[in-house]
C-alpha cells in the first residue's frame, strides 16, 4: 500500500495515501473533534467543527474529507483553530433548541458532548431562531427541525438507501431539511426505516414514542397483554445500559419483560422459524410450479413500501408470507386464544422491534386476519429501554429467564433473521433438507453472510442449481432490481433487507455516536452476536422446531394450507409516491 | 453581399431594451422605408455600448455620431435631418460630463470612451451579435483556426501562462495555472465550462459580453477544450439573463451550422460542442464547486476543495472553468500574442478589467481599463465624477464580498493585488461609487444582507455567523448598538473569513472588515452617541425646530402624522422626541428651513 | 468549417459589409446632401457612388452625406478625401460622371480634373 509522511501537531506519521487528516491525526493519537461527519455516509465538511491548519492554504480546513499529501503539515490546537471551532459551535447552539432535560437524546447527544468538550459556558452570539412546528404525523418518525443542526448526515443516508424524501429547503438561516412542498414525513414516499434516526446527531429526528400506550395497557386489568421480541433485539438493548455492543441479553430482556407486568413473554423468532416453513414451501412451490420468480422475502416492512412505490411490477415476487411479527400476532389472535380460551378482544400484542417501520407496518389495515389488528403496538428496542429505566430495573444484573412456551420456541435459524443473509439462509438450510432429503454439509452459508452491499450465493440440491441474492439497504436492493430488471442477472430467490446492515442496525435499535462508528462497525458487531446466538442453540433448522411442528398438526394442518394463507400470508398493493 | 452607405446601430443590451430600444427599431424601420433609405441604410442590433444610464443609444456610421436617451418620436428627426440631409441631430447627442460645454461629439471624443481599452468589449456595440458572419469579418474564430491547425495544446497552455492572464472572475487565479492542471488531469472525458452566473449586484460586464459578443466566449471555450482535451462545454448563465440566453442560443446554432462547433472542426478531427445550463438564480451557483453541482442537476452548494475542478468537476471529470470576461480575452491573445496582452497592465495583474460603475457617479455604466488605471480616473474621468460636485467619500469594489476603497487611495493603481492589500478584491468587476451622504454602517448592513439573503446554509458560520453579524448591524443602525458589539462583529468577521466552507462566505465579512478598518469613527458614532453622521440611519436621526427662523405657520404640526409637533400660532413649535417617528415630513414641507436633521 | 480559407472568404465577403464600423482611416467620398444638392439631383450621384464601388469590389471606401458644402450653385458637389492627399471637390456632378472618378481617381489615384471644382466650377 502506498503510504505518505503527515506531520500532525509535531509528531510524524504514515498513513496510506488517500486517508483524511482525520484519519492521519487519530493515528497520532488526537481526537479532532466532528459533528456533520459520518463515515461512508456523509462526509462533507460541513459543520466546520474539524477544522485545522494546514500549511500552505490560506483558510482552515475541514480535517474530515481533506486529504493528506506527502511532507503536509497540520496543526490542530492552535489559538485560531481553537477560536473558530468555539465559535461555530456558539452559532450553532445559538440556533439549537437548547431544552436538553427534556430532550430523547439526552447525555446521548453528539451536540451536547461537544459543548461540554469545549466547556461552552455562556453564548456570545445569541439572536433569532426560527420556530418550527413538529412532524409527528408519521406512525414511525417525529422529525423537530427546531433541534436540527443542518448536519446532513440524514439526507446523506436517506439518499444512499435511495429513498431521498428529505433534503434541504430553501436557503441561508431559513435552510430547513423536510421533505418537498413543507409535507409532512408521512406524506412523501418515506419508508419509515428510520435509518435518519440513527444518523442524526441530536433529537431533531426520533421514532414516535408509543411507551405510554403499553403503560395503560399493562395497567388495565381487562386486558391480557402478551408480548414478542424480534431476534436483532437481544444483541442490542444491552447497549442502552451500557454494556459493550454486542452484548447478548437473551434472557435478562425475559426477565425484565415479565418484571415490567406482561402477561406472557413470547418470541418472534417462532413466527421467524415459521416464515421458513411458508416461505420456503412457496418458493419450492414456484419454482415446481412455473410460479412468479425470482421470490423475494417479504419479512422487512420498509423494503416492502419501498416496494409498493419504487418497483410496482416487482409486488408479485414478493412472497405473500406476512412478516414474522404479523404471523405471530395473528396465532396469539387465534390458535392461542382459541387454546386458552381467552377473548380477542381483550388480547393487547406488544412486540419488541429493532424497527421503526414495524410501527407503521402493524398499522396496515389489511394485516388484522382475525378482525383484530394482529399486533397492537410496536415498540423499539430503544423505547422498551427507556421502560426499563423508568421502572428502575438493574438490568445487567438480572436473572436470564426463559420465553413462555408454545410460542417461545425457536432454533438457531431464527435468530439469524436478525443480520443481512441470516433470512437467506435460514431458508436455504431448510429447503436444502426438504429438497434433498439430507441436511447441508455445512449449514453456515458464509457467502450470504456480511456487509457487503449485494452478496449472491449457488447452492447446488439435487437437480436444481438455487441462484440466491442478499441485499441489505433499500439502495443496494435498487441496484439489485434494476440488474435482474434489465435481464443482467437472474436469481430464484433474493433476501433484501430495507436497513443497512438488516435488523441488527434496524432504526429502532440503540444509537451508536459517529465517533464509536468510526471504530467499531455495529452492523458487524452486533451480527457477530447473532451468529453466537444461532451456534449456541440445539437446534439450528426451522422445519425442527417442536412447536412449529406443532402448531402445523394442531392448527395449521400443513405450511400454505388454506388456514395457513388466511392467518400468515398477505398481499401489497401499488402505491403514489406522491 | 449589399453596400450601405452608412450603419445604424442601436442598442440592444438588456438595458437599453428596457428603456425602449426595441421601439426605436421599430420605428427606424418605418422611417426608413418612408424615405425609401432601406437599401441605403442598415440598422444593425448591437450588444451594450456601456452607457445604459442613458440608453437607448443609438450610433450612425461612418459619422460615428452618439445619440443617447432617443426615444421613438426622435427617430423621425434622425432619419430626415441626420441620414437623409447629413445634418447631425445635435439636441440628441450624448453630453459629456467632463467637458463643461457639452457639445456635440462622436463616439470617438467621448471621454467616457476615450480613457478606456476596449478588449474584451471590443465588439460590443460594434457587430450585430446574432450573426455569426459579423464576428467572422472582425476576426472571428481565426484564433480557433491558429490554434488547430498551427499549435500542440501545450503551446496553446504556454501562451496562457505567458500572457498573465487571470481569472475575471473574482479570486484571480492565474489562467494559464488553471489550464495546465486541467490539462494534465487524467481522464478521458473532460469538461470546459464558462461561469456566466453574474450575481454581484451591479455587475453585468458578463452578461454585457454574452449579449454583444457571444461567440468570443464560444470560440474561447473551443480553444480551451483543444488545449486541456474536452470535447464538451456547458455554459452556466443565469436564466435571468434572457436576451443572453437568446444571444448564445442562436450564436451556438449558427456556429454548429458553419461547423465552428461540432465535429472535425476545420478537418482537424477535433470535436467540440456546448450546451447552456440555465440557473434559477443563486448567488451562491458562482462559487465554481456549486456552479458544478447545479449543472449535474443537484442543489446548487459548494462542496470542500480538495478535489479541485480540474482532477474531479462536473460528472465527477477533470473539469475547466473560466468565467465570461476571461474567455473574452482569450482570442486575442491568440491573435495578437501574449506579449502583447502582457504589455498591458501592470506587474502582477496583466490585460484591462471591465468594471461596472454605479452609485453616486454621473456615468453609470460599463467601462474597460487598463489594470494599473487609478480609481481617481475611473471615478472622475471616465465616471464624469460625482453629481452635484459633492465628496468622494469610498468606493465599493467586489460587490458583497468586497469591501471599500478610501479615499486616501483614490490615486493607487487599481489590480488585483494593491485592491487586496487594502482589504477589498477586485471580485467581478463592480464599482459603486459613495459620496458624503452615505453611511458606511448602513452600506455594511446593506452588503451583509445580500450575503445572509443568499448564502446556501450548507455551513454554520455562513448560515447562522453572517445572519448574526446583520443582526448586530441593524441593532447599531436602530441606535441599539451596545458596548461589546464591535469586539463581537469583529471576532464573527474573523473565524466567519477563516472557516466557512466556500469563497463566498470567507468572503462575506469583507464589507464589515474594511469599514471597520476606515471608518471606526462612524461605527463608533452610532454605538456610542447613537449618532449617524451621514444622516441616512433614520433611527439614529433627531429633528429638531430652530426656534429663530420658526415664524409659527403650523405647516409642520399638520402635516406631522403622529401628532408630535405643538406649538401656538406665530410662536416657535417644538417636537415632542418620544411621538417622532423620524419621517421627516416636517423637514420636507417647512418653507424657512427651520427644521434641523441631526 | 472545413478549411481557413473557407473562414477567410467569409471573413472578406462580411468585411465589405462592415468595414464603414471597422477602417474609418481610408477612402471617403462624401455628398453634400442639404435640401440645395438634394434638389438639384445629389442622390442619383450617391447612389451611382454606391453602385460602381460595389461593382469593382474596392475595399476600404466609405461614401458618406454631408449637409451644405457652401456652393450652393454648383450642386450636386462631392468632396473625395484620400489618404495623405488633398481633398478633391467636384462639382455640378451628375451619375454619368461617377465611374470615370471611381476608375480613376478612387482606383488610380488621379483625380479627374475636368469635373473638379477649379475647372468646372469657373
Keep these: ?578 | 453581399m449589399e453596400l450601405y452607405r452608412s450603419h445604424v446601430l442601436v442598442c440592444e443590451g438588456t438595458g437599453c431594451h428596457c428603456s425602449g430600444s426595441a421601439d426605436v427599431i421599430q420605428k427606424l424601420k418605418e422611417e426608413l422605408e418612408k424615405h425609401q433609405l432601406e437599401n441605403e441604410i442598415k440598422i444593425v442590433s448591437t450588444g451594450c455600448f456601456g452607457l445604459c444610464e442613458i440608453g437607448p443609444i443609438v450610433i450612425v456610421y461612418p459619422e460615428g455620431a452618439f445619440y443617447s436617451g432617443v426615444k421613438s418620436d426622435d427617430v423621425p428627426e434622425i432619419v430626415s435631418e441626420h441620414l437623409l440631409k447629413g445634418r447631425i441631430v445635435k439636441r440628441l447627442l450624448y453630453h459629456d460630463h467632463v467637458t463643461e460645454a457639452g457639445i456635440a461629439k462622436s463616439l470617438d471624443e467621448v471621454e467616457f470612451y476615450k480613457k478606456q481599452m476596449r478588449v474584451t468589449l471590443r465588439n460590443c456595440g460594434v457587430i450585430n451579435p446574432e450573426k455569426i458572419e459579423e464576428y467572422i469579418a472582425f476576426d472571428g474564430y481565426r484564433a480557433l483556426g491558429k490554434v488547430l491547425t498551427e499549435m500542440t495544446p501545450v503551446e496553446v497552455v504556454e501562451i496562457m501562462k505567458a500572457s498573465g492572464l487571470r481569472g475575471r472572475g473574482g479570486a484571480g487565479f492565474p489562467t494559464g495555472r488553471k489550464w495546465e492542471f486541467a490539462h494534465n488531469a487524467p481522464g478521458d472525458k473532460k469538461y470546459v465550462c464558462c461561469n456566466a452566473d453574474e450575481g454581484d449586484p451591479g455587475a453585468f460586464m458578463d452578461r454585457s459580453i454574452l449579449e454583444g459578443d457571444p461567440h468570443s466566449v464560444l470560440e474561447a471555450m473551443a480553444i480551451a477544450g483543444y488545449a486541456i482535451g474536452a470535447d464538451q462545454g456547458y455554459i452556466y448563465v443565469r436564466a435571468e439573463y434572457p436576451i443572453a440566453v437568446k444571444r448564445l442560443t442562436i450564436a451556438v446554432a449558427q456556429a454548429r451550422n458553419l461547423g465552428l462547433l461540432g465535429k472535425n472542426i476545420f478537418s482537424t478531427g477535433f470535436n467540440f460542442d456546448i450546451e447552456l445550463r440555465l440557473g434559477a438564480g443563486a448567488f451562491v451557483c458562482g462559487e465554481e464547486t456549486a456552479l458544478m453541482s447545479s449543472i449535474e442537476g443537484s442543489r446548487g452548494e459548494p462542496r470542500p476543495r480538495p478535489p479541485f475542478p480540474a482532477l474531479k468537476g462536473v460528472f465527477g471529470k477533470p473539469t475547466l472553468l473560466n468565467n465570461v470576461e476571461t474567455y473574452a480575452n482569450i482570442p486575442q491573445i491568440i491573435l495578437k500574442g501574449p506579449e502583447w496582452f502582457a504589455s498591458i497592465g501592470t506587474e502582477k495583474s496583466k490585460g484591462t478589467k471591465v468594471f461596472a460603475l454605479g452609485g453616486k457617479i454621473n456615468n453609470t455604466g460599463l467601462v474597460e481599463i487598463a489594470m494599473g488605471t487609478t480609481l481617481r480616473e475611473i471615478v472622475y474621468d471616465i465616471g464624469g465624477g460625482i453629481p452635484g460636485g459633492k465628496k468622494f467619500k469610498a468606493a465599493q469594489t467586489g460587490g458583497p464580498s468586497g469591501g471599500c476603497i478610501s479615499a486616501e487611495n483614490l490615486d493607487m493603481p487599481i489590480d488585483y493585488d494593491s485592491l487586496t492589500e487594502i482589504g477589498s478584491m477586485m471580485g467581478s468587476g463592480g464599482l459603486i461609487v459613495m459620496d458624503e451622504d452615505n453611511c458606511m454602517v448602513d452600506i455594511a448592513r446593506f452588503f451583509l444582507e445580500f450575503t445572509v439573503d443568499e448564502s446556501c446554509g450548507k455551513c454554520p458560520p455562513c448560515r447562522i455567523g453572517t445572519k448574526r453579524m446583520l443582526e448586530i448591524l441593524e441593532r447599531i443602525t436602530q441606535g441599539k448598538g451596545k458596548e461589546g458589539d464591535l469586539e463581537n462583529l469583529e471576532t464573527l468577521a474573523k473565524n466567519i473569513k477563516a472557516s466557512a466552507l466556500c469563497g463566498l462566505g470567507q468572503t462575506a465579512p469583507n464589507p464589515v472588515l474594511s469599514t471597520l478598518r476606515y471608518f471606526r469613527d462612524e461605527y463608533n458614532a452610532h454605538v456610542y452617541d447613537k449618532k449617524c453622521p451621514a444622516g441616512v440611519c433614520h433611527a439614529l436621526l433627531q429633528y429638531t425646530i430652530v426656534k429663530d427662523l420658526c415664524t409659527g405657520c403650523t405647516l409642520c404640526a399638520r402635516e406631522c402624522p403622529v401628532g408630535a409637533i405643538s406649538g401656538e400660532r406665530k410662536q416657535p413649535f417644538t417636537i415632542d422626541q418620544d411621538k417622532c417617528i423620524k419621517c421627516g415630513v416636517c423637514f420636507e414641507k417647512c418653507r424657512f428651513n427651520a427644521i434641523e436633521k441631526k | ?122
Excluded at chain 1, 474530515?64 to 477560536?83: H, I, K, L, Q
Excluded at chain 1, 410496482?312 to 387454546?339: H, R, W
Excluded at chain 3, 473562414?7 to 474609418?24: G, H, P, Q
Aim: net charge neutral; proline share 5%; charged share 25%.
Design chain 1, 1 to 578: 500500500m502506498e503510504t505518505v509522511k503527515v506531520m500532525v501537531d509535531g509528531v510524524q506519521v504514515e498513513v496510506p495515501k488517500g486517508s483524511t487528516i482525520l484519519d492521519a491525526a487519530k493515528i497520532a493519537g488526537i481526537d479532532i473533534p466532528t459533528l456533520c461527519f459520518l463515515k461512508g455516509i456523509n462526509e462533507i465538511g460541513a459543520c466546520r467543527i474539524c477544522l485545522v491548519e494546514v500549511e500552505g492554504t490560506r483558510a482552515l480546513q475541514a480535517s474530515c474529507v481533506y486529504p493528506v499529501s506527502d511532507g503536509m503539515v497540520v496543526r490542530t490546537n492552535t489559538p485560531a483553530v481553537r477560536e473558530a471551532r468555539r465559535v461555530n459551535l456558539e452559532l450553532i447552539l445559538s440556533n439549537h433548541d437548547r431544552k436538553c432535560l427534556t430532550c430523547v437524546r439526552n447525555q446521548n447527544c453528539e451536540l451536547q458532548d461537544l459543548a461540554e468538550r469545549f466547556h461552552v459556558k455562556d453564548i456570545r452570539f445569541e439572536g433569532e431562531s426560527i420556530h418550527y412546528p413538529v412532524d409527528d404525523l408519521s406512525p414511525s418518525i417525529v422529525r423537530d427541525a427546531n433541534k436540527c443542526i443542518l448536519c446532513r448526515r440524514c439526507v446523506a443516508v436517506c439518499a444512499s438507501q435511495g429513498v431521498g424524501v428529505i433534503g434541504p429547503v430553501d436557503r441561508g438561516f431559513r435552510t430547513i431539511i423536510e421533505p418537498i412542498f413543507n409535507r409532512s414525513i408521512n406524506n412523501v414516499p418515506c419508508i419509515n426505516c428510520g435509518q435518519c434516526i440513527l444518523a442524526c446527531p441530536v433529537g431533531a429526528i426520533r421514532e414516535k414514542d408509543d411507551v405510554e400506550k403499553v403503560w395503560t395497557a399493562l395497567q388495565d386489568p381487562n386486558l391480557h397483554v402478551v408480548v414478542q421480541t424480534a431476534p436483532a433485539v437481544r444483541v442490542a438493548l444491552g447497549e442502552e445500559f451500557g454494556m459493550e455492543m454486542g452484548t447478548r441479553v437473551t434472557g435478562k430482556m425475559a426477565a425484565a419483560l415479565r418484571r415490567l407486568g406482561f402477561d406472557k413473554v413470547f418470541d418472534t423468532n417462532f413466527s421467524a422459524d415459521l416464515t421458513i416453513m411458508e416461505e420456503g414451501t412457496e418458493l419450492l412451490g414456484r419454482i415446481k410450479n412455473g410460479g412468479k420468480l425470482p421470490l423475494i422475502t417479504s419479512c422487512s416492512p420498509g423494503w416492502i413500501k419501498f416496494c409498493e412505490q419504487f418497483y410496482p411490477d416487482f409486488l408479485d415476487n414478493i412472497s405473500t408470507c406476512k412478516s414474522p411479527q404479523q404471523m405471530l400476532g395473528a396465532l396469539l389472535k387465534s390458535y392461542y386464544v382459541e387454546k386458552n380460551g381467552l377473548d380477542p378482544a381483550k388480547v393487547f400484542v406488544v412486540s419488541v422491534m429493532p424497527c421503526t417501520a414495524k410501527k407503521f407496518e402493524a398499522q396496515r389495515p389489511e394485516l388484522s386476519s382475525t378482525g383484530y389488528p394482529d399486533v397492537d403496538v410496536v415498540l423499539t428496542t430503544r423505547e422498551l429501554g427507556r421502560m426499563i429505566k423508568e421502572a428502575g430495573l438493574d438490568f445487567p444484573n438480572l436473572p436470564d429467564e426463559e420465553f413462555d412456551p408454545t410460542l417461545g420456541e425457536s432454533t438457531g435459524a431464527a435468530v439469524i433473521f436478525g443480520a443481512t443473509g441470516g433470512v437467506m439462509e435460514a431458508a436455504l438450510r431448510t429447503v436444502a433438507e426438504i429438497v434433498t432429503g439430507k441436511p447441508l454439509d455445512d449449514i453456515e452459508i458464509k457467502a450470504v453472510r456480511g456487509i457487503e452491499g449485494v452478496k449472491e450465493a449457488e447452492i447446488q440440491l439435487g437437480d436444481l442449481l438455487v441462484r440466491a441474492a442478499v441485499a441489505h439497504g433499500t439502495g443496494n436492493a435498487k441496484a439489485l432490481l434494476e440488474k435482474v430488471k434489465s435481464g443482467e442477472k437472474e436469481y430464484h430467490f433474493i433476501e433484501v433487507m430495507a436497513c443497512p446492515g438488516g435488523c441488527v442496525t434496524g432504526g429502532g435499535q440503540p444509537i451508536v455516536k459517529a465517533k464509536k462508528r468510526m471504530d467499531r462497525d455495529p452492523r458487524e458487531v452486533r451480527a457477530a452476536a447473532i451468529y453466537d446466538e444461532d451456534r449456541d442453540k440445539p437446534l439450528r433448522k426451522s422445519h425442527e422446531n417442536p412447536e412449529v411442528k406443532k402448531l402445523y398438526e394442531e392448527y395449521l394442518q400443513e405450511p400454505n394450507s388454506h388456514k395457513a394463507h388466511e392467518l400468515l400470508h398477505t398481499h401489497y398493493v401499488a402505491r403514489q409516491k406522491y
Design chain 3, 1 to 122: 468549417m472545413k478549411s481557413l480559407q473557407e473562414l477567410e472568404e467569409i471573413r472578406n465577403k462580411t468585411r465589405e459589409s462592415v468595414y464603414l464600423r471597422k477602417d474609418r482611416a481610408g477612402i471617403r467620398v462624401v455628398v453634400g446632401m442639404a435640401t440645395c444638392g438634394i434638389a438639384a439631383g445629389a442622390r442619383p450621384v450617391l447612389l451611382a457612388f454606391l453602385e460602381e464601388i460595389k461593382k469593382r469590389n474596392i475595399k476600404n471606401v466609405t461614401v458618406t452625406q454631408t449637409g451644405c458644402i457652401g456652393v450652393c450653385r454648383l450642386e450636386p458637389m462631392v468632396e473625395v478625401y484620400l489618404p495623405n492627399q488633398e481633398k478633391v471637390t467636384y462639382v455640378n456632378m451628375t451619375p454619368d460622371k461617377v465611374s470615370k472618378i471611381v476608375s480613376d481617381h478612387i482606383v488610380n489615384g488621379q483625380p479627374v480634373m475636368k469635373y473638379t471644382i477649379g475647372v468646372d466650377g469657373r
